[in-house]
């Protein structure tokens, strides 16, 4: 049974707050890792005050419990986008949140409310155009955290170590009007192991969704935002609020795309003054569009 856990949804946004830019069907954003120095909780806010939707689904580490259990960690941006999370169930979008990894204690909450926030373990969502994806967290095809915990925890560490240069790194990027560019994701995709890693991950979760009937999976946990077919399979990874900034959004028509909010964001820490032709210009990067 369904149980609704009312929590303190804070104040009203100021009445000056601008519309949405942006009018989807359904947004998919994981990864998050509120509670972490690595998340970029500015540009994830500002993200989610321009987009405005009928269901909005959180795709697992959404709260790094690990990393609070190591070290508390939680500055008034974090908390700003809990409360705009919870605004928005509030207002009208259904918001449904499947756990992941690091925030596996809400695992335990599976098929209860939390000030409007659905608990689930999955998904299956069906797009406008009559498609049905499974919406995963995808830790459970990591072999890595599914039989060597300890290791997890371990690279956990030397990624946050990453994280910590990578910040250092495009602080003097944006003194040198360079734009934002991760580290992390520049090794990932250099490192054979680390391609190959990815490359079986997707193919696991792709295989796992055909077995189940559906025509997609979207998932999130690699922190590698992809939109392909596989095998005849659709596979959708909404990527990370760490390193990539992406999320994955379906339109009124049922179509699929994946939106970058790194330009936005490098703009934003270079301070650099809006023009009138970016006021006009579209949510997000170059679309990717199934």
């Given at each position: 049974m369904?149980?609704d856990?009312?929590?303190?949804t804070?104040?009203e946004e100021?009445?000056?707050?601008p519309?949405?830019?942006l009018?989807?069907r359904t947004v998919?954003?994981?990864?998050?890792?509120l509670?972490t120095?690595?998340c970029?909780a500015?540009?994830l806010?500002?993200?989610?005050?321009?987009?405005?939707c009928d269901t909005?689904y959180l795709?697992?580490?959404i709260?790094?419990?690990?990393?609070?259990?190591r070290?508390?960690y939680?500055?008034q941006?974090h908390n700003?986008?809990?409360?705009k999370?919870?605004r928005?169930a509030?207002?009208?979008?259904r918001v449904?949140f499947?756990?992941g990894n690091?925030?596996?204690f809400?695992?335990r909450?599976?098929?209860h409310?939390f000030g409007?926030?659905?608990v689930?373990?999955?998904w299956?969502?069906?797009?406008a155009?009559g498609r049905?994806?499974?919406v995963?967290?995808g830790?459970?095809?990591?072999?890595?955290?599914?039989?060597?915990?300890?290791?997890a925890h371990?690279?956990?560490?030397a990624?946050?170590?990453t994280?910590?240069?990578?910040?250092?790194?495009?602080?003097?990027?944006?003194?040198?009007g360079?734009?934002y560019?991760s580290?992390?994701?520049?090794l990932?995709f250099k490192v054979?192991?680390?391609?190959s890693?990815v490359n079986?991950f997707?193919?696991?979760v792709?295989r796992e969704?055909?077995?189940?009937g559906a025509?997609g999976?979207?998932?999130?946990?690699?922190?590698?935002?992809?939109?392909?077919?596989?095998?005849?399979?659709?596979?959708?990874?909404?990527g990370?609020w760490v390193?990539s900034?992406?999320?994955?959004?379906?339109?009124?028509d049922g179509?699929?795309?994946?939106?970058e909010?790194?330009?936005q964001?490098?703009?934003?820490i270079?301070?650099e003054?809006?023009r009138?032709?970016d006021?006009?210009?579209?949510?997000?990067g170059?679309?990717?569009a199934?």
């Amino acid at each position: 049974m369904k149980r609704d856990y009312p929590l303190d949804t804070g104040g009203e946004e100021p009445a000056d707050t601008p519309a949405p830019q942006l009018a989807l069907r359904t947004v998919w954003i994981s990864d998050l890792h509120l509670g972490t120095p690595g998340c970029q909780a500015e540009a994830l806010l500002q993200f989610l005050k321009d987009v405005e939707c009928d269901t909005l689904y959180l795709v697992g580490d959404i709260i790094d419990g690990w990393q609070l259990r190591r070290q508390w960690y939680w500055p008034q941006a974090h908390n700003d986008v809990v409360q705009k999370l919870l605004r928005k169930a509030r207002k009208g979008t259904r918001v449904i949140f499947v756990p992941g990894n690091h925030d596996e204690f809400a695992r335990r909450y599976v098929e209860h409310s939390f000030g409007g926030i659905e608990v689930a373990s999955e998904w299956m969502h069906e797009t406008a155009d009559g498609r049905k994806l499974w919406v995963v967290h995808g830790d459970l095809f990591d072999g890595v955290i599914q039989c060597a915990r300890w290791l997890a925890h371990v690279g956990d560490r030397a990624y946050e170590f990453t994280l910590k240069l990578n910040r250092h790194l495009n602080s003097l990027r944006a003194r040198m009007g360079l734009p934002y560019w991760s580290l992390s994701r520049y090794l990932k995709f250099k490192v054979k192991r680390a391609v190959s890693y990815v490359n079986d991950f997707e193919s696991a979760v792709a295989r796992e969704a055909h077995k189940r009937g559906a025509d997609g999976v979207v998932c999130g946990h690699i922190h590698h935002a992809e939109l392909r077919m596989i095998d005849g399979v659709l596979y959708a990874n909404d990527g990370d609020w760490v390193e990539s900034l992406t999320a994955l959004v379906e339109h009124a028509d049922g179509r699929l795309e994946i939106i970058e909010w790194a330009e936005q964001r490098s703009r934003c820490i270079a301070r650099e003054p809006v023009r009138d032709e970016d006021a006009q210009a579209p949510v997000g990067g170059e679309a990717v569009a199934v």
